[in-house]
């Protein structure tokens, strides 16, 4: 006999479920998708999401780190919401997709919050 499993809403969420993700703009827009999340394996805060973008199936993709804090789940568009202007997106340090990326660089994670104005996770500046 199989056991139903009452399915509500809830504040948590797998990793695997948030890669993938949707990122809009407040009307709606898209901007991308959630490429993947960047935990400290310390502390187990979320430093940074990765946003994927522009490209065509894969070639010419940036990827922007996001600090978590930037983002905010929107339940209506089932995406997670950025404030972002076009102006300030495409001055956002991000990266080629098919370039590396030192990240475990705490030097480029500071000022990747200095640039969104979100205070780190460890706290200052």
Known sequence: MAVEVETRPHQLIASDRVEGTAVRRANGDMIGHIERLMIDKISGKVSYAVLSFGGFLGIGTNLIPLPWGRLHYNPTF?????????????RAPSFRADKDFDWGDRSQEVELHRFYGVPPYWGGF
């Open 78 to 90: 089932e995406a997670y919401e950025l404030d972002i202007e076009d102006e300030e997106l495409k």
